[in-house]
Structures are given as C-alpha cells and as structure tokens.
C-alpha cells in the first residue's frame, strides 16, 4: 500500500500529461476548419454577366451576393464546403426598361425564381495543393478548377468554374474591409441560358447572347455575419471520454481552453 500510494502523484501526472496531448488535438482538430461568410452590408461583393452579341454587349451586374464557406486553409482540398446565393431581383443591365424585360415571366422570371445560387461540389484541378494558415504567409494564393451546381431559373445544372483564392490574414488593413480573416475568391464560367430553361427569341438574338460569361469577386471573412440561408456549421464534440492510468475522464474541449472532470 505505501509503494502504491508513492506512486499515485506519478500516474497524476501520467493522466495530466495524457489530457494535455488529448486537449492539445482537440483544439488543433476543431481548428483545422474555418467558417468564412460573405454578407457586406455596403454591397461591394460582384458578380458580373456578360452578353457579347453581334449588335450588343451587355454587362448585367449586383452587389447582393452572399457566400457560406467552410475550408481548412492550410490545405483547401480537405473537404470543402461552399455556396454562394445572389438575389436576382437585383440585376442591373444599367437600363431601367430592360432590367424591366429582363426580370419579366418571359425571361428569368424573378418573381418565381428569386435566388440565384452555386454549390461547391468537388475541386478538380489544383495548381497548389494547399493554402498556408494566414497567420503564416499573408497573401498566399491558389488557383483551381472546381465542379458545382449552379441554380438558375429553377433549373439545376453541373458547371465547371475557374477559382482563384487568395487569403488575407487580420491587419489594421483588412480591419478596414471587414473584421476577421479575410478569403479574396475570383471565379469565371460559362452561362448558357438554353440550359437553365432561359430561350432568347429570334427577335432578340442579335443583342442578347446564348452564351455569356459570369465573374464573380467576392470577398469572405471570419468576422462576417452568416447569411440567413446558411446553415449552421457543425461544431466539434464538446466533451470526449479519455481512460487514464487514474481511470476514465470526461475532457470538455473549448476552442483555446479545456477542463476536466469525473465521469459519472
């Protein structure tokens, strides 16, 4: 008994040490993802369409996108997760009348279908497998082409984009845009409205195009407000049960702190 009681502040300290390492992959592993969201209230989010006919060139424009991301950002193929939604009523060709037909049953039809939304299905092509932590190297930067739904006129349809994604780390700069990290997401692909259910009549043809090409810029961060659309991320177990050399142990994981305590 007395060698088994000497030893007691040793297997404490066992159990201490084995919680710390528990604790320590916890915090790592719920911080290995990020959620980023893209809501600016001043509305300096882009996204751009632009028609190229024979007698036209047209370039319809709104600054009511908003994204949902979750990305690890050192390595942005572990399983990201990304929409971004536009309103559609907000689509401006810069003239009042034709935003009028543009918006009408004939055409979008936004009364009806008042979203308009891409889903991150899967990357394909990266050219830099992995993204550094901002904290590490501000300004790093990947470009890949990524498979998603797009959703347009109530019609879904798989569309290929071209991505570039540039992360920001928080500055007194970035502060001055918006609060957190900061992602700057660049994408480019084409629209052909025939696809999504969208028929340009022969009276039309020579001013507005099948085919057109979309460019989004926008800008996510950590400190953004999540859209009311998205849902919310999932967090990681909060407690988790470690067996010690003093016994088993409930460990309550935080995301910069942890505590213990008896299971019972």
């Known amino acids: 008994m007395k060698n088994s009681f000497r030893s007691r502040p040793a297997q404490i300290g066992l159990a201490a040490f084995a919680l710390l390492n528990f604790a320590h992959a916890g915090v790592m592993a719920q ?73 009408s049953e004939g055409w979008l039809d936004t009364a009806k279908y008042p979203r308009i939304s891409f889903t991150l299905l899967k990357p394909l092509t990266p050219t830099m497998a992995a993204i550094v932590a901002p904290r590490a190297i501000p300004g790093a930067s990947g470009k890949m082409m990524v498979e998603g739904e797009l959703e347009f006129h109530g019609v879904k349809k798989m569309v290929t984009a071209n991505v570039n994604v540039e992360v920001i780390g928080e500055s007194e700069q970035s502060k001055a845009r918006l609060d957190g990290e900061l992602m700057h997401i660049r994408a480019d692909f084409p629209l052909k409205l025939d696809d999504f259910g969208v028929v340009v009549p022969a009276t039309a043809q020579l001013k507005v195009a099948n085919e057109q090409q979309v460019h989004v810029d926008v800008f996510v961060s950590t400190g953004s407000k999540a859209p009311e659309w998205s849902a919310p991320v999932a967090e990681a177990p909060r407690e988790a049960m470690v067996q010690t050399p003093i016994g088993q142990v409930r460990l309550k994981l935080g995301k910069t702190h942890f505590g213990i305590g008896p299971t019972f």
């Open 31 to 103: 911080d290995a993802s990020r959620a980023y969201f893209a809501n600016d209230p001043m509305g300096r989010n882009l996204v751009t369409i632009r028609s190229e006919a024979p007698l036209e060139t047209m370039l319809t424009r709104t600054g009511a996108v908003e994204a949902s991301i979750k990305i690890n950002p050192q390595n942005v193929l572990d399983k990201p997760q990304a929409r971004f939604v536009i309103d559609a009523n907000t689509l401006d060709t810069g003239i009042a009348l034709r935003n009028e037909h543009m918006k």
